[in-house]
């Protein structure tokens, strides 16, 4: 017999008693490069899988093109096709702080992002608000927009309270904030709204 033509069917010819089988016999040679090659086919096409994780591999640019909502353009070269998906990725989902404080400066919002934290026994210190549990899912807005040239607009709440509100940064917010987190915008003047 020949030598088998299949890398995983050699190592499966390893795996066999030294005693009990001859790994050269016709039907166990037979057996061996059958399921070697399947084996081979699967380790090429799991190596396309890997690759096709990220899309900076290139090697299914088309489909990560479509999954991000971008028109395929075959003409375009490929470098300039996947750097079109990497934006599109992070502008999809990038939920980092330098993130949302860079898309709100394009909106010519100048804000600083806050994440109370819980108290904790040994850590936290004293002078420090006591935050429960549950301050993990809330981050804080800051903005310091002078009154006078603020554009957004002032709205009575339920107890009669006037309130700032903004739209534009509020749909940006909604838009980008993480899942199950709640945000409150901070005004320069001490005014809050959740």
Do not use: C
Not at 132 to 160: A, Q, T
């Amino acid at each position: 017999m020949d030598k088998l033509k299949s890398r995983h069917a050699e190592a499966l010819g390893l795996l066999l008693p030294p005693v009990s089988y001859h790994s050269r016999g016709e039907l166990i040679y037979r057996s061996l490069l059958v399921d070697g090659l399947a084996l081979d086919r699967t380790y090429e096409s799991s190596l396309q899988i890997v690759e096709a994780i990220s899309p900076l591999a290139g090697v299914m640019i088309g489909d990560w093109e479509r999954v991000t909502g971008l028109t395929r353009n075959k003409n375009k070269p490929l470098e300039e096709r996947i750097a079109a998906v990497v934006a599109k990725l992070n502008d999809k989902a990038s939920l980092s702080i330098p993130y949302i404080t860079k898309k709100a400066k394009a909106l010519g919002y100048d804000i600083k992002i806050v994440e109370p934290e819980p108290f904790r026994a040994g850590i936290s210190r004293a002078g420090e608000v006591l935050w429960d549990e549950g301050v993990k899912w809330l981050f804080f807005v800051d903005i310091g927009v002078p009154e006078k040239l603020y554009s957004g607009e002032y709205r009575l709440d339920l107890y009669g309270v006037k309130t700032i509100t903004d739209p534009v940064l509020e749909a940006l917010l909604n838009v980008v904030q993480p899942a199950y987190t709640k945000y409150w915008i901070r005004y320069y003047n001490g005014q809050t709204n959740a």
